[in-house]
């Protein structure tokens, strides 16, 4: 189990990313022991907030999601979430040549990025079970900002480059985040409606 380095993510981030350097965990280990995990957190709070806390736009009426419809958002999100974290590490793994990274076939070092810069982003999801628009757009702009930080923190010290050079490679790690959450959001929600239209009560 890799939970632990979330308390240190927070606390003390430089020092966490030594640790996780130094731990060198395997993609396998990362999904099973880490991203699997979180990533429950945004799609069992979703359902509980679509479909037995509800939403309303303005001062309506509350809406709901029907078990069988908020289930289908789930089981199409989750699989999403880890498809996001699998194409950013191996992005971020073949963008690092360009700065001059340090490759290791053994222990890729852009998926232990991915995986632990994204805690934030992980973590905000607990939002979803209360689902009003201000407070989300909130809660995750928040972690963003702070997810950010992580990346900026971490690069120079997981792909083994000077800080010069991991300010420029961060930045372009960032707008490769925003890109592939963005992108891996609309596909999930276009596969959704055109396959599986809501359903609401």
Known sequence: MLLHHIYGLFSHPNDEWHDIERERANN??????????LALIP??????????????????????????????????????????????GKLIDWIGKTYGAEANAKHPRGMSLASYAMTPMFLAGAVAIYPSIALNMLVVMAAMAY???????????????????????????????LVTLVGVRVATVIVWVAFFPPVYI
């Open 43 to 88: 799609v069992i709070c979703g359902y509980i907030g679509t479909v037995h806390v509800g939403w309303r736009i303005g001062g309506g009426d509350l809406h709901f999601l029907t078990p069988q419809s908020g289930l289908i958002l789930c089981l199409l999100s989750y699989p999403a979430l880890l498809l996001s974290i699998f194409v950013l």
């Open 147 to 177: 997810t950010v930080y992580l990346i900026y923190t971490g690069v120079p010290v997981l792909m083994h480059i000077t800080e010069e050079r991991g300010f420029l490679f961060a930045s372009s790690i960032i707008t490769m985040v």
């Open 28 to 37: 396998k280990v990362l999904y099973q022991g880490y991203v699997a995990i």
